[in-house]
């Protein structure tokens, strides 16, 4: 396994457009995190799942924006009508929690997608 | 509330070592992080320590962290161009044992 994946890498869409992320987390890892990251400021946390469960939701995630992992695997996240306050670097982690993985919650971040609304 | 602060820029000689700093707001907070970004590349967790340590030492990596204050510091040893980058301070909230609050991030650049 080489790491935390995501395609596509770049994105470019015009404004009210609809577009989706998919994030390949390390294979063993149970738990998987979205994040935006804007220009000169760090990641944002937005959601994360364990297993298939969402179980957390920032409130920066308007009803515009869902994610999914449906099989506890890959995860989607995706941006309904898009406006050009959505352009941002969208970061996707995965971590090992609980057994023998200690309690640091280690995140493996993605090279992430850059999203630019035109 | 959660925050975690640190100043943008920091420039230092080849050789002479580095100390990012950075200050958090949450009292409560379990693990305190230092990841770092490159361009065109993704984050990448340099260390971590326990709220419940002073100090910890990897090769040229020394993180201080003082409960009392809430600073936590990064120390980079004999700073060379490699190490060029940006440097994310980061916390875990005591309201949530999964998610990471991130500072701004400190630009690290190295004059020769």
């Known amino acids: 396994d080489t790491g935390v994946s995501q395609d596509p890498r770049h994105k470019i869409t015009k404004r009210g457009q609809n577009v989706t992320f998919r994030c390949d987390p390390i294979?063993?890892?149970?738990?998987l995190y979205w994040y935006r990251q804007t220009l000169g400021q760090g990641p944002e946390f937005l959601t994360y799942?364990?297993?298939?469960?969402?179980?957390?939701k920032s409130r920066l995630l308007s009803d515009r924006f869902s994610a999914e992992r449906p099989k506890g695997s890959f995860s989607t996240l995706e941006i309904q009508r898009t406006e050009q306050g959505d352009s941002a670097m969208y970061l996707c982690a995965s971590s090992l929690v609980g057994g023998s993985a200690g309690g640091q919650n280690e995140q493996f971040f993605g090279p992430g997608t850059r999203l630019t609304v035109l | 509330g959660e925050d975690v602060e640190q100043s943008l820029f920091l420039s230092v000689r080849e050789g002479d070592s580095s100390v990012i700093n950075c200050t958090y707001t949450?009292?409560?907070?379990?693990?305190l992080y230092w990841y770092k970004q490159e361009p065109g590349a993704g984050l990448q967790l340099l260390t971590y320590i326990f709220s419940n340590m002073d100090m910890k030492q990897d090769q040229r990596l020394t993180v201080l962290l003082n409960k009392k204050d809430k600073h936590l510091s990064l120390r980079i040893a004999d700073t060379q161009t490699g190490d060029s980058a940006i440097y994310f301070c980061?916390?875990?909230?005591?309201?949530?044992?999964?998610?990471?609050?991130f500072g701004s991030g400190t630009r690290l650049s190295i004059r020769p």
């Open positions: 294979s063993e890892h149970n738990r």
């Open positions: 980061a916390e875990t909230p005591h309201s949530s044992a999964s998610k990471i609050i």
């Open positions: 949450d009292s409560s907070s379990t693990y």
């Open positions: 799942f364990q297993n298939e469960a969402q179980l957390e």
